[in-house]
């Protein structure tokens, strides 16, 4: 926001109370109250307001107080925010971040623990990106808004409160890019956002058991870095994904799909999809544990694909 | 002098349609609306005779003043006056206009017909003196943003003829490089915002474009355009509190032209008054088959907004076509009504008998101007015809800038 002037803030509370989740914490003092605006509940009509202010050349960064209630605004973004690039004939540009956090937190209940990714990823013309760390936030952040494609960040409401060093420098990470988070020989784990961590946790299990994953969070769910997964299957020949959105249509059934497509020839055994059970998310404990992919399957997931041979 | 309060009883012609379950009002009742309604053509020409003027043949820029059909109403605003300041320039230029846009709609019409336009055509037959009034008080740098009747508000902020039945036909000389289509025409560098589907999402888009406005400081408004039909939409009243609360430089245009598809206005609206709707935001009824009254409401809304934050204009209109080719327009309305209009308000007779009656030209010159226009048309038409489809590669050109994530989505 200070390097450029046209970079402002939309979303409720983003403001004075320094936004639901701090994230937006004490903007609104430096920057005043046009750059950062505070809005009344009406996520499809703010979300249409950036969208048309994006028209006119500024790059506003929208937030949903829960990705959830940018349900409100669906035809917003999937109608104008996707796809005014390309009915406009390439005349209009639409730079938003649309940003906010989702997933299975502790006992939200169901339509606060909603996961969007795997409803917006058939709208043509928008970018989705998942962060997973604090470095990683800040780098795919600042490419979101320097972009010039209307990008959807989703952030996780249980990683607000992860601490990392990360450099004084200024960084962008490149928003099509996987990240490596751990070389290994035997089998691909494709992953992101919360799950990484479970997926981590699971490495340690696996690691003392003698196996050698191979964990890479995807970070872009749209488009795919099918070159950094496709390098590591044509290494491993074995591929597990472990994902917190719904099995039906979410992002694993794509990224499924797109490795088949593409490498099949490299596959020794079949792609094994964790996902989140296909129900709204219990409010109890033990039954909240259930619906979201746990270590101990991922441990199990990869002993039976590794039997394979 | 005809009674005043006869003509402003005018704008409540609607209400004293009887409710009744038949889909057309009976005829007494549009028989007033038609009386009530006109323009009263008899004292326009008292009005000509008394007026002083100083319009002679040559004289295309002298100053001269026309009263509007009917005085503005008013809520929760002082109403501009109804005298409209014009010159005979002014007058054949809104002719001409006029006459081109109404040429282009009932091409399109034929063009539809023989199949060469294909899917949603909704055409501007008759709302023309809105398009043509906003323009002549507005520059290219406000922002006009509508749904998807919007060929003549293209051609209206500078739209060629060729791009637009190109566009219409899915050629790749179209505005939208033939991939938006009908409900799609964008021209950016005369802040036109298109051109949008689904009704009422472009209201929020408006107040958004108004937003950028402010933040330019350049003194500029937008015109956020929207039918009687949208004006029931949640996100109209979301944006309208936005907007006012943040005295963005946007003006809510309400084209009322008192059917949303079938639905007559007094079976989708509580309140038809739709300049009321806005409640704390003050509006202007006007009469929108009148492309002077348009011009002052424009004028007026575009000072009064930079100031004071947003207002809305319910233009009272009309369309002499179905809502979209795929509907006659006729199980909802009676013919007679239609006709009805077209001889006691059409915008463009309006001016013809303005301009024959304050001798800026004769009618044979008029006849001229008509086809020229005709010709204009016919030319840009055959040269559509001719141009080609687009290439193959723009099916993935322009989802992303630059290309981005095309690579895994083609074959």
């Known amino acids: ?309 | 002098m005809p009674s005043l309060s006869k003509i402003c009883s005018s704008f409540c012609f609607l209400s004293l349609l009887p409710r009744s379950r038949s889909r057309a009002p009976n005829p007494q009742a549009m028989a007033a609306l038609r009386r009530f309604s006109s323009p009263a053509i008899l004292p326009l020409r008292r009005f000509a005779a008394s007026c002083p003027f100083s319009a002679t043949a040559g004289d295309d820029q002298a100053v001269m003043t026309v009263e509007t059909s009917v005085p503005f109403t008013g809520h929760r605003i002082d109403t501009p006056s109804r005298s409209v300041e014009t010159t005979p320039k002014e007058l054949l230029s809104f002719f001409r206009e006029m006459s081109l846009m109404r040429r282009m709609e009932i091409a399109a019409d034929s063009l539809y017909k023989a199949k060469l336009i294909r899917g949603f055509c909704h055409l501007y037959d008759g709302q023309e003196a809105v398009a043509v009034g906003m323009e002549a008080a507005i520059t290219k740098k406000d922002a006009i943003i509508t749904a998807y009747r919007d060929h003549c508000i293209f051609l209206g902020r500078g739209g060629k003829l060729i791009e637009a039945f190109s566009e219409l036909m899915g050629r790749r000389a179209g505005c939208s490089k033939g991939k938006g289509g009908s409900m799609h025409f964008y021209r950016r560098e005369a802040e036109f915002y298109g051109g949008h589907g689904i009704v009422g999402a472009q209201i929020p888009l408006g107040c958004g474009i108004a937003l950028g406005q402010k933040y330019s400081k350049e003194e500029t408004v937008t015109f956020t355009m929207y039918g009687d039909g949208a004006a029931n939409q949640g996100q109209l009243f979301e944006a309208l509190n936005m907007s006012a609360l943040w005295d963005l430089p946007v003006i809510l245009v309400c084209e009322n032209n008192h059917y949303g598809m079938g639905t007559a206005e007094w079976r989708a609206a509580k309140s038809p008054a739709y300049y009321k709707r806005g409640d704390y935001v003050p509006g202007l009824k006007v009469d929108g088959m009148d492309a002077l009254a348009v011009k002052q409401a424009c004028k007026f809304a575009k000072e009064h907004v930079l100031k004071n934050g947003p207002m809305i204009l319910e233009m009272d209109t009309y369309r002499y076509h179905g809502h979209s080719m795929s509907d006659p327009g006729s199980s909802y309305r009676t013919r007679d009504e239609i006709s009805g209009i077209r001889q006691e308000r059409d915008p463009i007779e309006r001016i013809r008998k303005l301009i024959l009656s304050h001798e800026i030209s004769t009618a044979n010159e008029l006849k001229d101007i008509e086809k020229e226009v005709r010709k204009e048309v016919d030319a840009a038409i055959a040269q559509a015809k001719e141009c080609p489809m687009p290439d193959s590669s723009e099916l993935f050109a322009n989802i992303y800038v630059k290309g981005l994530g095309v690579k895994d989505q083609a074959p």
């Not at chain 1, 509940?41 to 249409?48: D, L, P």
């Not at chain 1, 996780?156 to 992860?162: A, E, Q, T």
């Not at chain 1, 746990?294 to 997931?301: E, G, K, L, R, T």
């Open chain 1, 1 to 309: 926001m200070e390097r450029d002037p046209t970079v402002c803030v939309i979303g409720e509370d983003v403001g004075h109370y320094g936004g639901s989740y701090k994230v937006t914490k004490g903007l609104a003092t430096k920057f005043g109250d046009l750059r950062v605006l505070d809005t009344p509940i009406a996520e499809n009509s703010f979300t249409g307001m950036g969208i048309g202010a994006a028209m006119t050349g500024l790059r506003p960064v929208i937030e949903g107080m829960n990705m959830g209630f940018l349900l409100l605004a669906f035809n917003q973004i999937s109608n104008n925010c996707g796809m005014l690039h390309y009915t406009s004939g390439g005349q209009f540009t639409i730079p938003v971040v649309i940003r906010g956090p989702g997933g299975v937190g502790r006992q939200l209940g169901a339509e606060h623990s909603q996961r969007l990714e795997s409803y917006f990823q058939s709208i043509p013309g928008l970018q989705l990106v998942a962060c997973s760390t604090p470095y990683n936030a800040k780098g795919l952040m600042k490419a979101a808004i320097r972009s010039e494609n209307p990008v959807v960040l989703f952030e996780h409401v249980l990683l607000y409160n992860l601490k990392e060093k990360i450099p004084d420098e200024e960084y962008v990470l490149c928003l099509e890019e996987a990240e490596m988070v751990r070389p290994g020989d035997q089998i691909t784990i494709l992953t992101y956002s919360r799950m990484r961590y479970h997926v981590m946790q699971a490495a340690k299990t696996l690691v003392n058991k003698g196996y050698d994953p191979e964990v890479i969070d995807i970070r872009s769910l749209k488009p795919f870095d099918l070159y950094t997964i496709g390098n590591s299957i044509k290494k491993t020949h074995r591929v597990l994904i472990v994902e917190e959105c719904m099995r039906t249509g979410g992002i694993g059934a794509s990224l499924r799909s797109a490795i088949i497509d593409n490498f099949w020839d490299y596959l020794d055994a079949e792609i094994m999809c964790l996902s989140s059970q296909d129900v709204p998310t219990p409010y109890a404990g033990t039954l909240e544990e259930w619906t979201v992919v746990q270590p101990a399957q991922i441990v199990s997931a990869v002993e039976q694909l590794c039997k394979k041979t």
